[in-house]
C-alpha cells in the first residue's frame, strides 16, 4: 500500500518515499508510479503538447515522458547532491522529460534525412514489431492501387525504399497496429491486445476500436504521401 500524500508535511518527502518503492523493485511499484504520474500529469501534458516529432503523435510522446521519467528522473533524483538541491522533484522530472523528447526530436530529425540513403525492395521483409524478428512488406500492406502506381514509375530505385520511408514515418503505436494489422486481427483483437500491453506496462490507458481504424487510415494516408513523393 503506498503512503498517503495528507500524511507528508512536503510534497517531496512523499515522491522520496514513492520513488524508494519503485526502485527497490516492490510489489506496489506499479501503483506507485501512477501515482506519480496522476499528480504531474498535467505538467507532463503540457510539455508534450510543446513538441512535434516526425512520425509521432500525442500518446507515442506521452509515453516517451512516461519513460523518462521512469527511467531517468525516478533513477537519477537525489534531492541532496549538488545543484538538484535547489530543485523539487517535479522540477527535476520535467528537466528530464524536456531533455528526453528534445534528444528524441534530434535525432528524428536526423532520420528522416538517412532514409533517403536507405534502400529496400517492396517484397525485401522489414521488422515491425518491437522484436526485431516479426516481419512484413509493403506488398502485404498498401493498397494494389498504391502499389500498382508506384511500380508504374520508371525510377525503379524510387520504389526500392518505398517501405523503408514508411516505416521511419510510423509513430510507434502506429507500427504496433500495423504489426497486428498483417496478422490479420481484427480491430476488436487489435484494441484488446494493445491495451493489455499497456496495462502491463503500467499505463492505465485504453485503445478503443476507434483509435486503431484512425491509426489505420494514418498508415495508409502515410503509404500513399510516401508513394507520391517518390514517384
Sequence with gaps: MIPDQEDYSSLDGWYMDLTKIILEGRKDSNEAFNAIIEQMKNKIYHICHGFYISGYDFDDIFQEALFALRFKAIRDFNADLGDRASLSF?????????????????????????????????????????????????????????????????????????????????????????????????????????TEINSRSGVNKEINIKSVDNAITRIRQKAKSVSEELK
Design 90 to 194: 517535479e522540477n527535476f522530472a520535467c528537466l528530464c522529460i524536456k531533455r528526453h523528447l528534445s534528444t528524441i526530436l534530434k535525432v528524428s530529425s536526423k532520420n528522416k534525412q538517412l532514409t533517403l540513403n536507405i534502400a529496400c525492395s517492396l517484397n525485401q521483409a522489414v521488422p515491425i514489431s518491437e522484436d526485431g524478428v516479426t516481419k512484413t512488406t509493403l506488398m502485404n500492406f498498401v493498397s494494389d492501387e498504391v502499389v500498382n502506381h508506384s511500380l508504374s514509375t520508371e525510377d525503379k530505385l524510387d520504389i526500392a525504399f518505398l517501405f523503408e520511408c514508411l516505416h521511419e514515418s510510423l509513430s510507434v503505436k502506429e507500427r504496433k497496429v500495423l504489426y497486428l494489422y498483417a496478422k490479420k486481427y481484427t480491430y476488436k483483437e487489435i484494441s484488446s491486445l494493445l
